[in-house]
């Protein structure tokens, strides 16, 4: 009995007791948030650079666009700035006077010039000389700011930059540099009134400062109607400045964007 009692203890301790394991409900899965960090730095591998590449280019753009914006400034200001005295040419002894733009002025000046150039009348004629002489004292300012630009530099610049720009933007900065340049060689050629013999200008060291009148000029027919002469011979020259200040004068303000910054300043 002992014996059999002993054989049946070791058959049960051979067999398996199964034991059953709880979860920890506290235990966290991590797998999930492996993968969310990993594909965050898989993006922003990717994205830095090239938000970084695209800040970049962004700073440099707009770094040129002011550097040659800057540079142009000066030649905005006169344009915009800058009114003429212009006086209406008739026989009266107060005869009219008003500032006006250069496009405006260059305007009055051809359709002056056009009504008036086969005139007689000493103060008609005067008118129109002056005119005529006041213009090309703002076109010889205006040509000496052209020349203290440096558009070979500034020509290096856009080319250097020129992957940055699009080619609208591109277009505009070759466009108005060539514009500016024509201007400085058409203006020179075609101002060929420095010798007139009524209304003469004034140089101070090579600066045209103003005018000089003799007292009896409206007296003096036979030199005013020389000078008018001289005009008439001349026509075509005083035609070609005319149009360059109106072709300059809007090219600058469609560059710098400047009639729809008046415009929000005046909302303002």
């Known amino acids: 009995m002992i014996g059999q009692q002993l054989i049946d203890s070791l058959n049960t301790a051979q067999v398996t007791i199964p034991v059953k394991i709880v979860a920890d409900s506290n235990r966290i899965e991590w797998e999930p948030y492996v993968l969310l960090v990993a594909t965050l730095s898989l993006i922003a591998a990717v994205i830095i650079p090239f938000a970084q590449k695209w800040y970049e280019e ?5 770094s040129f666009q002011f550097y040659f914006k800057k540079q142009l400034g000066i030649v905005l200001n ?18 009219e006077k008003e500032y006006l733009s250069p496009t405006d002025f260059s305007v009055k000046l051809e359709v002056d010039f056009n009504e008036h150039k086969e005139t007689v009348q000493p103060r008609t004629i005067f008118a129109l000389l002056l005119n005529l002489q006041q213009f090309l004292q703002f ?13 070979e530099k500034l020509t290096e610049r856009t080319l250097e930059h020129g992957k940055e720009l699009s080619k609208d933007e591109l277009q505009k900065a070759y466009g108005i540099i060539l514009i500016f340049e024509s201007f400085i060689s058409i203006s020179l050629f075609h101002d060929k009134f420095g010798d007139m013999k009524t209304i003469k200008r004034e140089i101070h060291e090579k600066v045209w400062v103003g005018f000089k009148l003799d007292k009896d000029i409206l007296q003096n027919q036979t030199l005013l109607n020389q000078d008018l002469l001289h005009l008439n011979n001349n026509e075509r020259s005083i035609f070609e400045i005319s149009q360059m200040v109106r072709i300059i004068e809007a090219k600058t303000k469609e560059y710098f964007d400047f009639d729809n910054l008046q415009r929000k300043r005046k909302k303002k």
Not at 58 to 62: F, G, L, N, V
């Open 139 to 151: 076109t010889n300012r205006l040509r000496f700011l052209l020349t203290q630009i440096d558009f």
């Open 58 to 62: 962004y700073r440099t753009k707009r």
């Open 78 to 95: 006169l344009l915009t700035d800058e009114k003429i005295e212009y006086i209406k040419p008739n026989v009266k002894d107060n005869p």
